[in-house]
């Protein structure tokens, strides 16, 4: 059985934010997150409904994308090793992030670099685990795979 192509629409943004003034949240009951669509034609009227000056103006991006969907997040995990310390960290991208562009982020885009790698180390084992360290090359990445959940 083949699955069908939909659409999906991220949106998020400062027109979100507790003292956004008007709300969207409150205006339209539409939260930040990720909707799915069967046709152009609705992704389309989801957008022009959203897009309102009075809410674009308070900040407010989209991101869509068209094709097979899974419905799932994807979670890059890798084992890092610093100095005599190992630790896995779990990294979620959000929905329908590829895994092509969520290898790259880490191997060779902004997580390649121990100015990030620590930062990640740091938000999930605590401040205390490693130091936030500059760019460079300690951290090693010995291990990496992507996993999807719901």
């Known amino acids: 059985m083949s ?9 998020w943004g400062g ?3 507790h003292d956004a003034n008007p709300s969207i949240e409150k205006d ?3 939260k930040e997150g990720y909707y799915y669509f069967n046709t152009e034609e609705e992704k ?14 308070q900040g407010l991006a989209t991101d869509c994308k068209h094709g097979i969907m899974t419905h799932k997040r994807t979670i890059f995990v890798a084992t890092l090793k610093y100095r ?13 992030y590829p895994e092509d562009s ?15 790698r620590s930062l990640a180390i740091r938000w999930e084992y605590g401040e205390d685990a ?4 500059p760019c460079g ?4 990445m010995t291990d990496y795979h992507v996993e999807y959940q719901d």
């Open 3 to 11: 699955k069908k192509e939909e659409w999906m629409v991220h949106i």
């Open 15 to 17: 027109a979100w934010n």
């Open 28 to 30: 339209l009951g539409i």
């Open 44 to 57: 389309n009227k989801f957008i022009q409904l959203i897009r309102q000056d009075k809410y674009e103006k």
């Open 84 to 96: 005599d310390k190992t630790f896995v960290i779990h990294y979620d991208l959000g929905y329908e």
């Open 102 to 116: 969520a290898i790259f982020y880490f191997t060779e885009g902004n997580f390649g670099c121990d100015c990030n």
């Open 130 to 133: 490693i130091p936030e360290l």
């Open 137 to 140: 090359d300690e951290i090693e």
